[in-house]
């Protein structure tokens, strides 16, 4: 799948769906037939250094292994799969220590959140609802709809799409940046749609033609694996696909084994004043350890016949 995240105007859009109840205080499932395949944490309880906002934990595979970790203790704010950005408009939408041109990382008190506000569509495989990207004060930085489904690709194997549009206020444009782009070097360009992984030792990263961390990190490789055994004993693989223009693939194995559609790796995007940026991402959650041309044969079974 492509994703498209150069800004375009913002137009009336399709006419709004009527809001679904709320829900009770339970988070919502995601399923795949009557396998249970992810649940998302709506409003998670958490200290707003590690940057609030809905997350999808654990994610598992259709055999059960768990694919997602959350609150790992090598970076707290991880959590699971989600869309978080460091640098928005100054705003640590992220979580953890914010990267300061010629300091270094630094704790500053400029920690905000990403708020559900209401649901648009709620099923057993697909969610649909609208968010705020808000500052510690509570000014919206950005209004957000993003849809979640989940689909069967074969038994083994599910794919998980991930769409989602950003639309700036009117009258200001808003800027989204990492710590790459504010002086931090190493390819640390992460922040966009982020998932933090789980695996007993290093897991193994590769594209269509190239292998290992270095190679997949900064890249616009048209898919990213990710294979791991996790905690407990369940070998899997995860496909990504979804880089937009101007987006590049953030990868970690060594430090923690994590995967990033990375809006701004080595430069700075703008959502310009009363613009869109739109993103669609697609995660394809297998069982068992897939080669290359294992890949190529799960991407062309999630093709749509």
């Not at 990207?133 to 799409?161: K, M, Q, Y």
Request: glycine share 12%; net charge neutral.
């Amino acid at each position: 799948m492509t994703g498209h995240p150069h800004p375009v105007p913002a137009g009336p859009g399709p006419a709004p769906t009527r809001a679904a109840p709320e829900p009770s205080d339970d988070d919502p499932r995601l399923h795949v037939g009557d396998v249970e395949v992810a649940r998302y944490v709506l409003r998670p309880d958490l200290d707003p250094k590690h940057g609030p906002r809905p997350y999808l934990h654990p994610v598992r595979t259709l055999a059960g292994t768990p694919v997602t970790d959350a609150l790992p203790a090598d970076h707290v704010w991880h959590l699971g799969a989600s869309l978080a950005v460091q640098d928005v408009d100054g705003t640590n939408l992220w979580g953890g220590r914010t990267y300061v041109r010629d300091t270094g990382y630094t704790w500053r008190d400029d920690h905000g959140e990403i708020a559900h506000t209401h649901w648009r569509e709620r099923a057993p495989d697909r969610l649909a609802h609208a968010l705020q990207w808000r500052d510690r004060a509570g000014r919206v930085l950005l209004t957000e709809h993003r849809r979640l489904a989940a689909s069967p690709v074969a038994p083994d194997a599910w794919a998980l799409d991930v769409d989602y549009t950003l639309t700036a206020p009117a009258g200001r444009d808003v800027h989204l940046g990492s710590p790459a782009t504010n002086g931090r070097p190493g390819g640390a360009g992460y922040g966009g749609f982020f998932w933090r992984a789980i695996a007993d030792g290093e897991p193994v990263t590769f594209t269509a033609d190239a292998d290992g961390e270095q190679a997949a990190n900064g890249s616009a490789a048209r898919w990213v694996a990710l294979t791991g055994v996790a905690p407990g004993g369940g070998a899997y693989t995860l496909v990504f696909t979804g880089l937009g223009l101007g987006d590049r693939w953030f990868v970690r194995t060594a430090m923690y084994p994590g995967v990033c559609v990375a809006f701004a790796f080595d430069r700075p995007a703008v959502v310009p004043a009363g613009g869109r940026r739109t993103g669609r991402h697609r995660v394809l959650v297998a069982d068992g350890v897939r080669d290359r041309a294992g890949v190529t044969a799960l991407l062309a079974a999630a093709e749509p016949q």
